[in-house]
């Protein structure tokens, strides 16, 4: 995680998010709920800016907790294959078994995939935090941490 999240009882780092509600949509947050294990699950449009674009898949026990990431570069924008990732995304799906589409709550966290941090990273600005879906800043949530409304 970003230095400052290493210890939650330091004074800079009050007011950081435990956990944030993210709010199933029909936007980025559209492929996002529980497996019949009660598992959550995040599938994240990552992207690097000038860069790659990615397939992700962020799992989560019951508590939030980041268990397992599935991580896939499809190369530069120009030459990305659509079709390949939606079958990719759709192969994840399914074998995540039965699925019910609905909000998620997740702490943040973050993973180092090819050199890059990906995941839901705190970042202190002077005087509020902002938990950034990274690389690509897809979406962007702020206090109140449980109102699942993000920016884009």
């Known amino acids: 995680m970003k230095e400052e999240?290493?210890?939650?009882s330091e004074?800079?780092?009050e007011g950081a998010p435990e956990i944030i509600l993210i709010e199933h949509d029909d936007y980025h947050a559209s492929y996002i709920g529980?497996?019949?294990?009660?598992?959550?699950?995040?599938?994240?449009?990552?992207?690097?800016?000038?860069g790659d674009e990615f397939?992700?898949?962020?799992?989560?026990?019951?508590?939030?907790?980041?268990?397992?990431?599935?991580?896939?570069?499809?190369?530069?924008?120009?030459?990305?294959d659509r079709e390949k990732a939606r079958a990719l995304r759709?192969?994840?799906?399914?074998?995540?078994?039965?699925?019910?589409?609905?909000?998620?709550?997740?702490?943040?966290?973050?993973?180092?995939?090819g050199g890059e941090m990906f995941g839901m990273i705190p970042t202190k600005y002077e005087d509020y935090w902002v938990v950034e879906v990274l690389p690509g800043n897809v979406m962007a949530f702020?206090?109140?941490w449980d109102s699942g409304i993000y920016d884009t």
């Open 5 to 8: 999240l290493k210890s939650k």
């Open 11 to 13: 004074p800079q780092n």
């Open 34 to 50: 529980k497996t019949a294990d009660g598992r959550q699950f995040f599938f994240a449009p990552i992207f690097m800016p000038g």
């Open 55 to 80: 397939v992700t898949l962020f799992l989560f026990d019951d508590e939030g907790n980041l268990v397992e990431s599935k991580i896939e570069n499809f190369g530069p924008r120009e030459t990305f």
């Open 90 to 113: 759709s192969e994840w799906l399914a074998q995540l078994g039965t699925l019910e589409y609905q909000d998620i709550r997740v702490k943040p966290f973050a993973v180092e995939h």
């Open 142 to 144: 702020t206090e109140p």
